[in-house]
C-alpha cells in the first residue's frame, strides 16, 4: 500500500487510547460502567423538530443539491433572525452566513483556508484539538496559549510575544469552553478583538456550547463587540442547542471575508447538508428552546459538583457548557487519576491531558450520561467515588 501523505504524519497520536482500552476491558469484565466520558447529549432531539424534519422531507424540493451560495436561504435567515435575538446582533443572511455540516467541519476548514506552511495559529491549551490539529495538518505552526485556572481559563493575550503575534494569522478561542466549562466575559472578548485588529488576525470564536447554560447566566457573542465584525467569524452549532449532534448542522457568522473564503473552499469540497435538515434546524432556531435538556443538565451539575464538594474536592460549578473540570488529588496526573477511577470505581471520566499539557492535572466530567433518567447515576458516580481510598 502507498503510504499517506507526509502531513498526515503531523496527525499526533490517539490520547484517549488508553482509556478506551481500559474501558472495553471493563466492559468485557462485566463492570457496571458509569460514562461522564462523552460529551454528546443523551437526551432525544425535540419531537417538533423530528416533525418539522418528516414535513421537509416530504417535499421533492428538498431532495436534491442544495444549489444556493452558502446554505438553504430559510436556514440563514433563521440564523439572522435568531442572531438578532439571541444577542442583538445584525447579520445579512446573504453575505455573514453560511451554513456548516456541524462546528468541527467549519473549524478544520477555516485551518484549511488560511494556514500556508510555516504560518502561526494561536491556539488555546487545554482545548478541543482540532485547532490544533487542522493547523499542523496545513502545514502550520501553533503557537500555544496556556489556558490557566488562575486566569479563569482564559488566555493571557498579554503574554504572547510581539514577534509571534504579527506573524500568526489565527486566534482561536472557545467560551463557553470544551473542557474546562470556563465562560468569556464580554471585556475578555473586548480585548481579544483590539488585539486581533492590533495584529491583523481572523479571530475565530467557537461558540458550540452558546446554548448551554445554567441558572441566569447566558454566554455573550464576540460579534456584540463593536467592530468584531471586522475582524471575527464566529462557529456556532446546533448538535448541543437541540440535541442534533447526528444531524451534523451548525452555521458561521461574522466577517463577510472570511465567511467567503471559507465558503469558496467547501462548495469545492461538500454539496451542504440534506435541504430537509436545513428546514428542520431554521425551524428550531426560530421556535423552539431546549430547556427540559437545560433542567436535567442542571440537576446532574448539582448533584456531582456539590456531592464532590462535600467529599472534600474543589470543584467550580460551570455557568454553561457540559462539563466539570476539576483538579487530580495529590500525588496522581490525569491519566492515573481516570484509570484509577475507572478501575475501582467504575467512573469513566477524560484525562485532561488529552486536550493539551495545561490539563496535565485535570479530568473532565461530562454531564452527558447515557442511561441517567434524572441524575440517579450521578449520585451514585459520587457514591462510588466517595468509596474509594485516595
Ligand atoms: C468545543 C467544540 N467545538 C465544536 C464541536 C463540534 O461540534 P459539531 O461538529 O457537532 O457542531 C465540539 C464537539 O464536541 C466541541 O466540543
Known amino acids: 500500500m502507498i503510504a499517506p501523505s507526509q502531513r498526515f504524519t503531523k496527525i499526533p497520536p ?21 460514562d461522564l466520558g462523552i460529551g454528546d447529549p443523551d437526551q432525544p432531539t425535540p419531537a417538533p423538530i423530528i416533525e418539522a424534519l418528516t414535513r421537509a422531507a416530504h417535499d421533492p424540493q428538498t431532495h436534491r443539491y442544495d444549489e444556493t451560495n452558502a446554505g438553504w436561504t430559510p436556514f ?30 467549519g473549524l478544520s476548514h477555516l485551518a484549511w483556508s488560511y494556514i500556508d506552511p510555516g504560518d502561526i495559529s494561536l491556539v488555546p491549551d487545554p482545548a478541543y484539538t482540532v485547532y490544533k490539529v487542522n493547523t499542523l495538518m496545513a502545514g502550520g505552526e501553533c503557537h500555544i496559549m496556556p489556558c490557566l485556572e488562575e486566569n479563569g481559563f482564559l488566555p493571557d493575550l498579554t503574554a504572547i510575544p510581539t514577534d509571534v503575534a504579527k506573524k500568526a494569522k489565527l486566534l482561536w478561542l472557545n467560551y463557553p469552553n470544551n473542557p474546562t466549562g470556563a465562560i468569556a466575559p464580554i471585556e475578555f472578548y473586548r480585548d481579544a478583538v483590539a488585539f486581533a485588529k492590533e495584529y491583523n488576525l481572523l479571530l475565530v470564536n467557537d461558540a458550540a456550547y452558546a446554548e448551554v447554560y445554567y441558572d441566569d447566566y447566558r454566554p455573550v457573542s464576540v460579534l456584540e463587540v463593536e467592530g468584531a465584525k471586522d475582524v471575527s467569524i464566529e462557529l456556532h452549532s446546533l448538535s448541543k442547542m437541540f440535541n442534533m449532534t447526528g444531524w451534523r448542522i451548525g452555521f458561521a457568522i461574522g466577517n463577510a471575508e472570511a465567511v467567503g473564503t471559507l465558503n469558496r473552499l467547501k462548495s469545492n469540497l461538500d454539496s451542504k447538508q440534506f435541504p430537509a435538515i436545513s428546514l428542520a434546524a431554521a425551524h428550531a432556531l426560530l421556535e423552539l428552546d431546549n430547556q427540559p435538556t437545560l433542567d436535567l443538565y442542571k440537576k446532574r451539575r448539582d448533584i456531582l459538583c456539590d456531592g464532590l464538594t462535600a467529599l472534600g474536592w474543589n470543584v467550580t460549578k460551570p455557568k454553561a457548557a457540559l462539563y466539570v473540570w476539576t483538579r487530580v488529588p495529590e500525588g496522581y496526573n490525569a491519566m492515573s487519576f481516570a484509570k484509577k477511577l475507572l478501575e475501582e470505581a467504575g467512573v469513566l471520566v477524560i484525562p485532561g491531558i488529552g486536550y493539551g499539557q495545561y490539563g496535565e492535572n485535570y479530568i473532565r466530567m461530562s454531564l452527558t450520561v447515557m442511561g ?13 467515588i466517595g468509596a474509594m481510598a485516595l
Open 14 to 34: 490517539y490520547l484517549f487510547g488508553e482509556i478506551a482500552a481500559a474501558k472495553r476491558k471493563a466492559i468485557a469484565e462485566g463492570k457496571d460502567l458509569i
Open 76 to 105: 440563514l435567515e433563521a440564523v439572522s433572525t435568531w442572531a438578532k435575538r439571541r444577542f442583538g446582533i445584525s447579520i445579512d443572511p446573504l453575505t455573514e452566513a453560511m451554513l456548516l455540516i456541524g462546528s468541527k467541519e
Open 372 to 384: 441517567d433518567k434524572n441524575g440517579e447515576l450521578l449520585t451514585e458516580a459520587v457514591r462510588r
